[in-house]
């Protein structure tokens, strides 16, 4: 048996379903391995909560998910269901994949939207088992995948009636990569809350003896490159005396990270936040933001410095590069340069004029392309699109 869900799933009622435009809602079914506050888990979490019930109604199914952070992550607007399922190669979970595909019959799923390997390679078979359309999402431009990765990506292809991308890049990426075909990738890009951002004044670059300070929102692991913003401040420090550096976000190279701190004598300049709840207000407490990543899809935290209006410098990666004109919504750097990073963060600290206009900018650029109830709006279009076909 599937595992109980934590509240009640059957919520189709054809009785009563709305109809929008002279189609039934959509049913879709998004399964993820588990919840966290990880940029691709905000997302999804973000989705559910401004489609319009009318046009989608969803349910949200974790491959396990009994943790206390992704319990305490759940909607409470969106039916929840946990399904238990251990290691992909163990002989029970085929039993639960068959009685996944069974649950998605009798909830009459239109759709079925997948991330991450572990959710694609149960979740697709299950779809096909059922006779429900399934999506799959490349929302990275697969730095970590082997071989072996990109053979079941190709297989997934050739199952999935759809790819959902969140910028150009991972779109290219799945076609290469993957062999998917052009005409089923489509891109819908991130989007990021604006109310959490509206009353974030933009910097005062200009006020008499304040500390300018450099912050970074970002997880501490090999694919942010968080050491090459402790290079980068080590080579402005001393021009710079009131320079102050921040840094939000936890992870395994912490350790590392205060080591090169203290190698560098930098400990009374460069702050390690932790995670940051409350990323809005760490925004309004710095000045220029950075994003150092070797590698990236889509970036949450570009979003909310955009948002923000903070002066930028992020390295030219995946879909970096569509959200920000070089020069005019910030300034982009070459991957694992640390020279060339501060470099642009010296033109940005001796041209405060020019810092503010592009934080301007970037903020413009986030209100009027990346609001959350747009993107919902085209994701909704999409599924309607795809049961339409």
């Known amino acids: 048996m599937l595992a109980t869900p934590n509240r009640e799933i059957d919520v189709w009622d054809p009785g009563t379903a709305a109809v929008v435009d002279g189609a039934p809602p959509a049913r879709v079914c998004f399964l993820i391995d588990r919840l966290s506050k990880a940029g ?31 319990r305490a992550l759940e909607p409470d607007d969106c ?9 992909l190669r163990r002989p029970a979970t085929w039993k639960q994949l068959f009685q996944f ?54 297989l997934h292809n050739r199952l999935a009636d759809a790819t959902i991308a969140n910028c150009e890049a991972c ?10 075909k052009p005409s089923s990738v489509h891109v819908v890009e991130n989007g990021v809350d604006l109310e959490r951002f509206a009353a974030i004044p933009l910097p005062d670059y200009n006020v008499a003896n304040c500390p300018v300070r450099i912050g970074m929102v970002a997880n501490l692991r090999p694919i942010k490159e968080p050491h090459l913003l402790i290079e980068a401040a080590a080579r402005l420090a001393g021009e710079h005396p009131d320079l102050e550096f921040h840094l939000a976000g936890e992870g395994e190279l912490r350790p590392e ?10 400990q009374d300049r460069f702050v390690l936040h932790g995670r940051v709840q409350d990323v809005a207000g760490f925004l309004a407490g710095i000045d220029l933001a950075v994003l ?13 410095y955009m948002a923000a209006g903070r002066g930028i410098v992020a390295t030219a990666v995946g879909g970096t ?36 206009a592009m934080g301007q900018a970037a903020r413009q650029r986030a209100w009027s ?3 959350l109830r747009v993107r919902a709006r085209r994701y909704e279009a999409f599924y309607q699109s795809l049961l339409a076909n």
């Open 321 to 356: 590069r569509q959200l920000i004109e070089d020069g005019v919504h910030g300034l982009l750097t070459p991957v694992g340069d640390a020279d060339s990073l501060a470099a642009a963060l010296q033109r940005l600290l001796r041209d405060p004029a020019q810092a503010r």
């Open 101 to 154: 595909a069974n649950w998605l019959k009798r909830q009459r799923i239109d759709v079925l939207q997948v991330y991450f390997p572990d959710s694609t390679h149960f979740g697709v078979a299950a779809a096909k088992l059922a006779g429900v359309r399934v999506v799959r999402t490349r929302f990275n431009l697969g730095y970590w995948m082997k071989p072996l990765d990109r053979w079941l990506g190709r």
């Open 369 to 371: 392309r990346h609001d």
């Open 171 to 180: 779109r290219q990426a799945a076609i290469m990569d993957e062999w998917a």
């Open 292 to 304: 150092c990543s070797r590698s990236e899809g889509s970036p949450n935290s570009v979003l909310e």
């Open 40 to 70: 691709t888990e905000s997302q999804l979490l973000a989705l559910l909560r401004h489609l319009d019930r009318r046009r989608v109604q969803p349910v949200l199914a974790l491959l396990r998910g009994d943790d206390a952070e992704s």
């Open 79 to 87: 039916p929840v269901q946990r399904l238990a399922v251990g290691a």
């Open 257 to 266: 990270l205060e080591l090169r701190i203290a190698a560098h004598g930098l």
